[in-house]
């Protein structure tokens, strides 16, 4: 009898200790896009499998380590987890590279990884269980259904480490057998955002489709700058193989709806274990958050680990290794097993098209679960890619039958030796039975058995000279096809050899001449795709050469005469774009007018694309006049609100598009007397700038007055220069903050400067000129103010206008400095100074308001016939009648014929200009009453009012409010 314990804690047994696991992913690096969440879905599980009463009576405990998107990291974490804490198993690793990594560590300590990732297969090892993907259940279907789809010319992208090239020699060699075409191949370094050269290639050669291996952000960069350069998904597919849902929204639906991807999972999987597993996870993690392939492979890899952990009773690696075999588990994307020959799992294959909200609609499926096939044992064509496992069934074929010849001779010789040896005995027994006098009856037996043995002996070497005809035949065949093999291999070689890279040899075996065979057709593929790729590169950089050449000779022209250039191209490039967003915008109304909905979207963007060229133009003819000198401004009084509130109208969508929140402080400024376009111009860019450099933030608009004051004065830096005691003027200050990604002091250094962003980094990412800020000070200098920036990094910035109430003419700017070059002591002699100043009343110089009569006459004068054209059926649509005249010259004639309600007029026309014709309407008595519109590029309203103009709009015109302008004015 034992002793039994009095102690009650004793009596129920030690406390259960907790089952220490290792946890290794990149929680921050460039792979931490995609990691985090699966290590989220570890804990997950292990958060599940607690609640449910641990594994073998005992609660699991996560040790978590950062492998920090780094190799040596991840080397040295995986020795620390498996080393010094011991843990029963480790979960994690993404990238080929990483696994390999840490493999060394798991087979000295003979530890055990789940690792959760598709992989490029060619890999077994006993101390990796691979619950992600082999190639044969995503690369090979992916390939497989892009060829079933008709896009055989594949263009291959990827991230440039172990999983990516080898996934893409598979592919190359699939493509070869299968009668694809290579498009071409390019990798960028992982984690790179410079994928510019990458999409000119892809436009140069024109592929069918593109596999995408790319990692990590690289993949938010490539379909950013894939969906600007105008590649639709219906025209372009892209099949990813590393994106899923996680990385969707890292990348924006909008970027990459419509494009393909290949996984054994969707969390769109309709059961009720997947929607029992995307139910905990939202919980856990947040509705916001998804759930994608490797989460799910994270997730059913700690549950296939519990299983086979009670199995086996313990967590010795080498007894649950023994009891994962064909274990099965329901997992959310369906059944799987753990496969007994090559530790993968049994996975169904699903390709699904990325939808706009970011989940992903599944399109096919492989129906059932797919044996894994790590080496593609079952696809002859990958025989080479595997030399370990290449079949030897050429040479076994050939030493069989060799052996077979071998061995029916010898048994033909062996039989014919044995017949006569017998014979030779029977005969010997005859003559000494016949010389013995023996009867005829024994000598009878003695030759019938003799016969016997000549018989036998002739049936085996019939049977032997049968089969060494059946082997004859088997050995003709059987050479026959090695021989035709070679001279098809030898064909496909010979027509390499002449040029021809197109040509591809039959792969009909695994065997030697089958490796050899796919190696070869691999190989011209890759030097056909070089030799391509090569031709492309020469192309641009001719044209680049063609492009340097003529801008270096329009850059000398541009010199010789600038002024003549600028006012060239003003015209030249406003008037065609003039006309795309105007026919834009009217095709838009009858697309709507029409219903034919599907065409308005592309139409705005055509809108958008012209109206965002001319911004650009603008802002670099902007700062052309204005370094030459010849910017102007046109002062008028105006609502300060109203400003305002156009300002926030125009910036509106921006600020949505990035989920920010806008508020404006303005209350009763009353009004300001200054340049409005400009002004507004400068107000706009600042805000545009805030939304466009915040993300989910908040921007604010202030402004207030702040009084003047006595004071030493320094105005503009480049305009007003004199210093002087005197009163400084009302401000009125306009201050934009917001909470965006902020700038460094050396950034707001050079902020200023013409064609600079923050850096360019920056202009890489976020884009523009770098033309808005410089123009916008330059505005404000010329207007007595200043542009000042406070900025902090990472936390926002606050760019302050401050501008006086009273902007003053170059004249009053003048006069003021005569009053500041007075001597001191002409004080006591005011009486005797004359100031050669006269004070400008802010007086606008119009003729008489429009007024038209219904059904009103509108004639056009200009020179270009789009804008005609565009006029004339936008008023058409007014109830107008228009007539319109092509020159200046014959303008003047149709207007004394017709003598029009009014007249629309372009400046710069040929031989007679607009000013001219202004000139020559005003100075006729029948002609001068009629209101003239001017419709011009050229910013020169004053010139334009002050020579009796009743309008003056700037081109490219809003039609829609041109027309009701007119509208406005018409009697009913």
Request: negative net charge; aromatic residues 6%.
């Amino acid at each position: 009898m034992g002793a039994s314990s009095s102690n009650p804690l004793e009596a129920a047994g030690p406390i259960a200790q907790p089952i220490e696991i290792g946890v290794l992913h990149s929680l921050t690096g460039t792979m931490s896009i995609s990691e985090i969440s699966v290590k989220d879905a570890t804990l997950l599980a292990v958060e599940e499998i607690n609640a449910a009463g641990g594994v073998l009576g005992r609660p699991l405990e996560a040790l978590i380590e950062d492998g920090a998107s780094d190799l040596q990291t991840f080397a040295q974490k995986a020795k620390q987890l498996l080393l010094e804490a011991q843990v029963a198993v480790v979960f994690g690793c993404w990238t080929s590279a990483s696994r390999k990594a840490v493999l060394p560590a798991f087979e000295q300590s003979n530890g055990l990884l789940f690792y959760p990732v598709q992989y490029e297969g060619l890999e077994q090892c006993p101390n990796i269980i691979y619950t992600g993907a082999a190639p044969n259940q995503q690369i090979v279907p992916g390939v497989n259904y892009l060829l079933a789809q008709g896009k055989r010319k594949i263009f291959l992208l990827g991230s440039d480490y172990i999983f990516p090239r080898t996934a893409n020699l598979i592919v190359k060699a699939q493509l070869a057998a299968l009668g694809g075409e290579l498009a071409g191949e390019v990798y960028l370094p992982l984690g790179s955002r410079d994928v510019d050269e990458a999409i000119a290639h892809i436009l140069a050669v024109k592929p069918d489709a593109i596999l995408n291996t790319l990692n990590g952000d690289s993949n938010v960069a490539f379909f950013q700058k894939l969906r600007e350069a105008g590649l639709k998904p219906q025209d372009l597919p892209v099949m990813s193989v590393s994106v899923a849902e996680d990385e969707v929204r890292a990348i924006g639906a909008e970027n990459i709806a419509g494009h393909l991807v290949v996984w054994n999972y969707f969390q769109t999987v309709d059961s009720a274990e997947n929607r029992k597993f995307v139910k905990a996870y939202k919980a856990r993690y947040g509705e916001n958050r998804v759930t994608d392939d490797p989460i799910e492979a994270a997730y059913l890899g700690v549950y296939l680990w519990k299983q086979a952990v009670e199995k086996a009773g313990s967590t010795d690696v080498v007894k649950v290794r023994a009891a994962a075999k064909n274990i099965e588990f329901a997992a959310p994307s369906g059944m799987v097993k753990i496969d007994a020959q090559t530790q993968h799992i049994w996975k169904t294959v699903r390709i699904g098209k990325v939808r706009s909200d970011g989940q992903i609609d599944e399109i096919w499926n492989s129906g059932a679960p797919v044996q894994p096939d790590p080496f593609l044992k079952s696809y002859p064509w990958a025989a080479a890619l595997v030399p370990r496992q290449i079949s030897v069934g050429t040479r076994a074929s050939l030493i069989g039958l060799f052996v077979i010849l071998v061995l029916i001779t010898w048994m033909a010789v062996g039989v014919g030796w044995m017949g006569s040896v017998e014979m030779q005995n029977y005969l010997l027994a005859i003559e000494a039975v016949s010389a013995a006098g023996v009867p005829e009856s024994a000598m009878a037996v003695l030759v019938q058995q003799t016969l016997a043995v000549a018989s036998r002996t002739q049936h085996l070497l019939l049977g032997a000279l049968v089969l060494s005809s059946i082997a004859g035949i088997l050995s003709c065949v059987s050479v026959s096809a090695i021989i035709r093999n070679l001279g098809l291999l030898r064909e496909t070689a010979e027509l390499m050899a002449s040029g021809d890279f197109t040509v591809r040899s039959p792969v009909v075996s695994n065997d030697a001449i089958g490796v050899l065979s796919s190696t070869l057709n691999t190989m011209a593929q890759q030097i056909n795709s070089l030799l391509k790729g090569l031709e492309v590169r020469q192309r641009q950089l001719e044209e680049r050469s063609r492009e340097l050449e003529v801008a270096k000779n329009a850059a000398e022209a541009a010199n010789r005469a600038k002024s003549t250039f600028l006012a060239n191209m003003t015209h030249e490039l406003r008037t065609p774009l003039n006309a795309i967003i105007g026919y834009s915008e009217l095709l838009q109304e009858e697309a709507i007018e029409l219903g034919e909905e599907e065409f308005v979207m592309d139409l705005a963007s055509i809108n958008l694309a012209g109206k965002q060229l001319l911004n650009i133009i603008s802002d670099i003819l902007d700062i052309s006049k204005i370094e030459a000198g010849k910017m102007t401004l046109f002062l008028e009084t105006f609502d300060v609100w109203k400003l305002i509130e156009q300002v926030v109208t125009t910036v509106q969508p921006l600020v949505g598009k990035n989920g920010n929140s806008l508020s404006i402080n303005c209350d009763n400024i009353g009004t300001i007397y200054s340049d409005f376009s400009k002004l507004r111009q400068a107000l706009l860019n600042l805000a545009s700038n805030s939304a466009k450099f915040t993300d989910r933030g908040k921007i604010t608009i202030n402004v207030w007055q702040e009084a003047g004051k006595v004071s030493s004065v320094d105005n503009s830096e480049e305009l007003l220069t004199a210093i002087s005691l005197c009163e400084k003027p009302a401000m009125l200050v306009f201050q934009v903050t917001d909470t965006g990604i902020g700038m460094t002091d050396d950034q707001v250094s050079s902020l200023f400067g013409a064609f600079t962003q923050a850096d360019d980094s920056t202009t890489r990412k976020y884009g523009g000129t770098g033309l808005g800020l410089t123009i916008s000070r330059k505005f404000c200098q010329m207007m007595g103010g200043d542009i000042t920036v406070e900025s902090e990094f990472d936390c926002g910035s606050t760019f302050t206008i401050r501008l006086p109430l009273m902007v003053k003419s170059e004249k009053e700017v003048e006069g003021d400095r005569a009053i500041a070059e007075i001597p001191a002591d002409a004080s006591s002699n005011l009486d005797t100074i004359v100031v050669p100043i006269e004070v400008n009343k802010p007086i606008e110089v119009r003729s008489q308001p429009l007024e038209l009569p219904n059904a009103a006459t509108v004639l056009v004068i200009d020179d270009d016939p789009d804008a005609r054209d565009l006029i004339t059926r936008c008023l058409s649509k007014q109830g107008f009648r228009v007539r319109s005249s092509a020159s200046g010259e014959a303008g003047l004639q149709l207007a004394k014929e017709l003598l029009p309600d009014a007249i629309t007029l372009d400046v710069m026309m040929p031989s007679m200009d607009g000013w001219a014709v202004l000139s020559a309407l005003k100075a006729d008595r029948d002609l001068a009453n009629i209101p003239v519109i001017m419709l011009t590029f050229l910013d020169d309203k004053n010139q334009g009012l002050e020579l009796g103009a009743a309008e003056y709009l700037r081109k490219p015109l809003d039609y829609k409010r041109f027309a009701a302008l007119l509208s406005k004015y018409q009697r009913q």
